[in-house]
């Protein structure tokens, strides 16, 4: 009976974990992220930010700060229908 109690605990407990790790998985899937070492090596960049920032793999991974520092500032001009700044950098 006691034993019968625990194995109820672990399996809801295991069922908790499972549904927190995929929401630790849609959070991660979902954001865009890059990890730096404290000398400033990229240590990785998920493929959401290399979409967003145009960047291949190859052109962060191990590198000091390349993906920020070797290229080019990209610019693009947005014009909203009230011109204001705010709503341009909202789109």
């Not at 930010?49 to 145009?54: D, V, W």
């Amino acid at each position: 009976m006691f034993n019968r109690k625990l194995k109820t605990t672990l399996q809801e407990r295991q069922a908790e974990l499972v549904a927190r790790q995929a929401v630790i998985d849609a959070i991660a899937r979902a954001t865009a992220r890059i990890e730096f070492a404290p000398d400033g090596t990229v240590l990785f960049a998920n493929k959401l930010f290399l979409a967003i920032m145009k960047y291949r793999s190859e052109e962060c991974s191990g590198s000091i700060t390349a993906c920020s520092a070797t290229r080019p500032t990209r610019t693009r001009r947005t014009t909203s229908r009230t011109g204001s700044a705010c709503a341009a950098a909202s789109r």
